[in-house]
Nanobody, 114 residues
Framework: VQLVPSGGGLVQAGGSLRLSCAAS????????IGWYRQARGLQREWVAT???????GYTDSVKGRFTISKDNAKNTVYLQMNSLKPEDTAVYYC?????????WGQGTQVTVSS
C-alpha cells in the first residue's frame, strides 16, 4: 500500500490544520492507520491511530485538540488539528499497519508560530 500525505503548512498558535493520508495500491487491507510526528532533534512519536473498525487512540498531549477520522470510500485518513501550539511543530508521518506489509508515508511539515 502507498500512502500520500498532504495538508501540512504554517499556522499561528491557536489555529487549525487538517492533514490527509490517502492510501492506494492493489490487493491490500489496512488494519489501522496512525499519525506520528518528529520534531527537530527528537525521536519520532506516536500521535493518533484509527483502526479499521473505527476505534481511535491519542497521545495525551493532543487529546481534546486533535481528531483522527477516515473516509473508507476514499481510502483516506484525516487528522484534524485544532488549538495548535508551537510544540506541535514537527514533520508528521502517516503509517499503515497493513497486509501484505506495513508502510510509512512521506512526511509533511507542520509549523506553528507563536
Amino acid at each position: 500500500v502507498q500512502l500520500v500525505p498532504s495538508g501540512g503548512g504554517l499556522v499561528q498558535a491557536g489555529g487549525s490544520l487538517r492533514l490527509s493520508c490517502a492510501a492506494s495500491g492493489s490487493n491490500f487491507s489496512i488494519n489501522a492507520i496512525g499519525w506520528y510526528r518528529q520534531a527537530r532533534g527528537l525521536q519520532r512519536e506516536w500521535v493518533a491511530t484509527i483502526s479499521s473498525g473505527g476505534s481511535t487512540g491519542y497521545t495525551d498531549s493532543v487529546k481534546g485538540r486533535f481528531t483522527i477520522s477516515k473516509d473508507n470510500a476514499k481510502n483516506t485518513v484525516y487528522l484534524q488539528m485544532n488549538s495548535l501550539k508551537p510544540e506541535d511543530t514537527a514533520v508528521y508521518y502517516c503509517f499503515a499497519n497493513a497486509a501484505p506489509s506495513d508502510n510509512w508515508g512521506q512526511g509533511t511539515q507542520v509549523t506553528v508560530s507563536s
